[in-house]
């Protein structure tokens, strides 16, 4: 747990201090008189780099204080950027068995609606294979 009066530090200060916090372990507890994120930020491939994409952000309202100061407790969470990441690869796999499944359903489409056997299509998309055949075939002719 880190304690940290930030009120009265400069930007300059507190941006400092955000780059210490990329050390810290997970789950470690952070208490400061003004945050370091915006609450309930999302990571995105804008701010990967920021410390809001490890950083959970919750205001403290019921602190009983004799201070005028607001808290904020903030948590280092780098489980949010895995789930970003994850996130990410089962979209780009979803998508990816999407244009197979589109591929497959127009091959199908193709052989139902023409009656033209599948080899003939698969013949027809590489011509150097059907040159090479009749080449061939002419060499025999001779």
């Known amino acids: 747990?880190?304690?940290?009066?930030?009120?009265?530090?400069?930007?300059?200060?507190?941006?400092?201090?955000?780059?210490?916090?990329?050390?810290?372990?997970?789950?470690?507890?952070?208490?400061?008189?003004?945050?370091?994120?915006?609450?309930?930020?999302?990571?995105?491939?804008?701010?990967?780099?920021?410390?809001?994409?490890?950083?959970?952000?919750?205001?403290?309202?019921?602190?009983?204080?004799?201070?005028?100061?607001?808290f904020y407790l903030q948590t280092i969470d780098y489980s949010r950027i895995e789930k970003y990441f994850h996130e990410i690869h089962r979209k780009r796999k979803s998508d990816s068995n999407d244009n197979q499944l589109n591929l497959c359903q127009t091959l199908f489409d193709v052989q139902v609606s023409s009656s033209v056997p599948l080899q003939s299509f698969s013949n027809d998309i590489n011509p150097s294979k059907k040159r090479f055949s009749k080449t061939k075939q002419n060499k025999n002719e001779e």
């Open 1 to 70: 747990l880190i304690f940290i009066n930030n009120k009265s530090f400069s930007n300059d200060k507190n941006q400092n201090l955000k780059l210490c916090f990329y050390d810290l372990q997970s789950d470690c507890r952070i208490i400061s008189t003004r945050p370091f994120g915006e609450p309930n930020s999302r990571v995105t491939a804008r701010n990967i780099n920021d410390i809001d994409s490890i950083m959970s952000l919750i205001s403290i309202e019921n602190l009983k204080t004799n201070s005028q100061f607001k």
